[in-house]
């Protein structure tokens, strides 16, 4: 079965404070594995879709990478509103599966 | 261009009830997929539907269904309502089986 962990829980940075969010995942057969941010009662923001081991996509202060087992999703001098969850799911077949997210408050 | 919309965005019911979610798909976009969100956790994978047909179940029980449109639009439905049932539910849809793109969900609590 498929399993993805994300780790911290829960993030508190300052603002300008870069940090780094990890995704964990064990997968049969892996077709895509992808981060989504979601703001409260909202449902979550497409961000990146990475597909094979050495793979890097950014946008703006983000910046995911993947390996065989994990994949990180950097914060570069985040601002305020990067404050939301993030959420990392693994594609395989016909379903995402997603882990718990890791929270981030970024403080002015 | 319109996204993925879902209504309606937030409803009570009743335990026993029955209740029924709609989404439209991104245009052109054949593929649509339900996930259940329990406040603090990811979201769980309900069903997909591509083409009209189901291509996948998640672990829920047989109260919960779905079905798509020829327009490709999709209902879910959860009979017999619980306690438990209270979430947030959110449907993405995808153009063929990869990055899939959600609405802002349908917040839904049982009483």
């Known amino acids: 079965e498929d399993q993805v962990t994300q780790s911290p829980e829960a993030l508190r940075l300052q603002e300008g404070e870069s940090s780094s969010l990890n995704c964990s995942y064990t997968v049969s057969g892996l077709r895509g594995l992808f981060w989504y941010r979601q703001d409260p009662g909202k449902g979550p923001e497409f961000l990146f879709t990475l597909y094979s081991a050495g793979e890097e996509k950014e946008k703006e202060r983000l910046k995911a990478t993947l390996t065989k087992k994990e994949s990180f999703l950097h914060i570069t001098a985040p601002k305020p509103e990067d404050s939301a969850t993030y959420l990392c799911?693994?594609?395989?077949?016909?379903?995402?599966?997603f882990g718990g997210g890791t929270r981030v408050l970024v403080k002015p | 261009d319109a996204g993925v919309t879902q209504s309606p965005t937030h409803l009570i019911k009743t335990r026993g009830q029955h209740v029924t979610l709609r989404c439209s798909p991104i245009s052109g976009h054949k593929s649509v997929s339900w996930y259940q969100q329990v406040l603090g956790q990811g979201p769980q994978f309900i069903f997909q539907y591509y083409e009209k047909e189901e291509r996948g179940r998640g672990n829920f029980p047989d109260r919960f269904s779905a079905r798509q449109f020829p327009n490709y639009s999709s209902e879910l439905n959860v009979n017999a309502l619980l306690l438990g049932d209270s979430a947030l539910y959110l449907c993405?849809?995808?153009?063929?089986?990869?990055?899939?793109?959600f609405g802002q969900g349908t917040r839904l609590t049982v009483v």
């Open positions: 993405a849809s995808s153009l063929g089986l990869l990055e899939a793109f």
């Open positions: 799911a693994v594609q395989d077949e016909d379903k995402l599966t």
